[in-house]
């Protein structure tokens, strides 16, 4: 076996941070997750799930981004893996008897119906140098075929890639407070050692750089100066390479060695306008051509970000297949432009990778399922999606609206007063009639292109405040997906942007932070309904009232949850993603010590409905078992939506044998809290 000692650049001195692997974080419930399936593996169960059915026709793509040159992966444990942790996963595929194939091939065979038996696909991200140095010998000498997805401006540009740099800088740094105020102009020291205030400062310098539109070369001479100011040694990151990328000369290299060389647009980023997303995929793909004599097909979406959008531009640009950082197994069914990824990371134990090898693992509730923003760092996300918003705003259809609307309100503080009315009364006010119709006018209404700059302009307000507004990473990372889908919704959702819509409603109170998205639901502050007193049932009264009097303490302020409007075309209720919500919102309460409990009404939590509907029980028992009160406000509103998926409640509604009631739910904040701490990954 190799060992560490054989990979490491001799000229780098030694570690001196005192923090081994094995100290990583790792919650009660994942050390239980890991013993059954270190338990499952002893008894053979990895053998059997692997020679299946099922995985023989999977196809298990793995995604790395980096192995270390130094002590990367003691920084970044998502990002990079300890040269020795990679060569025991290599060569755990060897022993095991995986079939590594490589990913153009995986997919044909796939395709053509003779994959072989337990295959996987080897992919590696951004082409880091670290590859060249450390990942491709070890590959080549278990003879591994790999794909690289390269993205190419800071190959060209040899300098250290300014986000990752400044983290790194700042977590090396923890001895020391930074002030930002020599550095950018604003206000603010930062403690370096404490995680939260670091990944403040990292926000902080992101956000200036947006703000600020600086170029590749500003941002060096930023780096420099921030090296300066924390006396950090910047020579030896760039002498050795830390976090540059391949020259064309390596990438040339490892092409002729074997590895195929795919795309990951030139810049890194995912613009949401056709053309601009066009030519990153163009001036990516010729740059890469030029290295590899070859002209790649197939894409990795950066930073995992993917948006339906998106599809019909990578067909245009000939992509065949895209791979995403969702967690899976590719199947001859899964559509070619969203293939799931396992990334490893470095706290994945030994035996969860030989889980996700099996495929047992893709039967096992993950975190990360339906979150592919989660995949990245917050700072990162978050100054993304601000300029994603902000370019948004300077594009020419929306620019005209802004001038136009800055005739009426040159400050915009009357635009974000007009949303609040929207969003708490139901309406634009009356005062600003002239400048909507002036600025409808402009826009051509179909667009809802006034309706877009008025939440747009409200959002990057938000996400200024986002990383202190006390939400747990999960739901700051929703909150950016829904900014980011307000920049281009589609043709098919366009119709929400109508300021009459109830959508346009909960948008407008998202773009304030005052709706907060939590995935199936959304949530919002609010105190219980006085109304619902004469309404609860009689028997449940006295129940509910000492309830609020002493388990909840009060009326408000609660979390008052909603269904939420999802971009998806199907109105499905998950129990799973009921749940998964549930976790996020609980996480935020837990953060927010003043919220007295979780409050919700609807249809389907009444028992009326649960008798009509037995598949819908699990609605209310995760409240029963947790601690929650569960009760009745009797007849519900004829448009509360419980016709909606079964035309069974319909015919029972129209014969009169299904009344359907509201059911209410009180779950006060002990409970919530003891619930979250049973849950998997609570501690993350
Ligand atoms: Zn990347």
């Not at 140095?133 to 540009?157: C, D």
């Not at 994603?388 to 802004?402: F, N, Q, Y």
């Not at 939506?641 to 009631?661: A, C, M």
Request: glycine share 6%; with cysteine.
């Amino acid at each position: 076996m190799l060992k560490l000692t054989d990979l490491t650049h001799s000229a780098l001195p030694e570690i001196t941070q005192p923090v081994s692997e094995s100290e990583l974080p790792s919650s009660v419930a994942k050390r239980v997750k890991r013993s059954v399936l270190s338990a499952f593996g002893a008894v053979g169960g990895f053998n059997l799930v692997k020679a299946s059915r099922w995985r023989t026709s999977r196809l298990l793509v793995l995604g790395y981004h980096g192995v270390s040159l130094y002590d990367e992966h003691l920084w970044e444990p998502a990002l990079f893996l300890s040269p020795g942790r990679f060569a025991r996963r290599m060569e755990l595929l060897r022993e095991r008897g995986y079939f590594v194939i490589g990913l153009d091939e995986g997919l044909a065979r796939l395709a053509a119906g003779n994959l072989p038996p337990a295959s996987v696909a080897l992919t590696f991200d951004d082409g880091l140098y670290c590859f060249h140095k450390v990942a491709l010998p070890i590959l080549e000498r278990l003879n591994l075929p790999a794909t690289l997805y390269f993205t190419t401006f800071y190959s060209e540009f040899q300098e250290p890639v300014f986000d990752v740099l400044c983290s790194y800088v700042l977590w090396k740094s923890r001895s020391r407070r930074l002030d930002l105020k020599s550095l950018t102009g604003d206000d603010g020291t930062f403690d370096l050692g404490n995680a939260c205030q670091r990944q403040a400062a990292e926000a902080a310098i992101l956000r200036y750089a947006s703000r600020e539109n600086l170029s590749a070369r500003d941002k060096v001479h930023f780096g420099e100066r921030l090296a300066f100011e924390l006396a950090f040694d910047l020579d030896f990151v760039k002498e050795n390479r830390l976090f540059s990328l391949m020259t064309a000369d390596e990438v040339a290299d490892a092409s002729s060695r074997g590895v195929s060389v795919e795309l990951h647009t030139h810049r890194h980023r995912v613009p949401l306008e056709r053309t601009a997303f066009l030519r990153e995929i163009d001036e990516n793909r010729l740059r890469i051509q030029k290295m590899t004599g070859r002209s790649s097909v197939h894409f990795c979406y950066p930073s995992g970000y993917y948006s339906q959008a998106l599809v019909p531009w990578l067909r245009e640009s000939r992509i065949q297949s895209a791979t995403t950082c969702d967690p899976g197994l590719v199947s001859a069914a899964t559509p070619a432009m969203v293939v799931p990824r396992l990334i490893d990371v470095s706290s994945l134990a030994e035996s969860e990778f030989e889980g996700w090898l099996c495929g047992a693992s893709a039967f096992l509730p993950s975190r990360h399922r339906e979150l592919p923003l989660e995949s990245r760092r917050p700072a990162e996300f978050v100054a993304r999606t601000e300029s994603v918003c902000r370019d948004a705003l300077r594009s020419p259809g929306l620019m005209e609206i802004t001038t136009k609307l800055r005739e009426y309100d040159p400050s915009g503080k009357a635009r974000l007063e007009w949303l609040r009315a929207l969003w708490t009364r139901g309406a634009f006010p009356a005062e600003a009639q002239a400048a909507i119709t002036a600025a409808r006018a402009v826009a051509g209404k179909a667009d809802f292109g006034f309706e877009r700059v008025l939440l747009l302009e409200a959002a990057l307000g938000s996400l200024d405040r986002l990383t202190d507004a006390r939400l747990d990473l999960a739901t700051q990372a929703l909150v950016c997906n829904q900014y980011e889908f307000f920049v281009n919704p589609g043709e098919d959702w366009r119709h929400r942007f109508d300021s009459s819509s109830y959508s346009y409603r909960a948008y407008a109170g998202m773009s304030l932070l005052d709706r907060i998205p939590a995935g199936r639901l959304d949530w919002e502050i609010s105190g219980i309904p006085r109304s619902w007193i004469p309404k609860i049932r009689r028997r449940d009264l006295p129940r509910v009232l000492r309830a609020i009097a002493t388990k909840i303490g009060g009326f408000k302020p609660v979390v008052f949850t909603h269904l939420a409007f999802r971009q998806t075309p199907f109105a499905t209720l998950r129990e799973s993603d009921v749940n998964a919500s549930y976790l996020r919102i609980a996480r935020c309460l837990a953060l927010r010590p003043e919220l007295k409990a979780i409050v919700t009404a609807s249809w389907f939590y009444s028992a009326e409905t649960h008798r009509v509907s037995p598949h819908l029980r699990w609605t209310t028992r995760m409240f029963e078992e947790n601690g929650g009160i569960v009760s009745d406000l009797g007849r519900c509103p004829e448009d509360a939506g419980f016709l909606v998926g079964s035309i069974e409640r319909q015919k029972l509604y129209e014969s009169g044998d299904y009344k359907p009631t509201e059911g209410v739910i009180l779950w006060p904040r002990r409970a919530v809290l003891e619930w979250l701490s049973k849950q998997p990954d609570a501690a993350s």
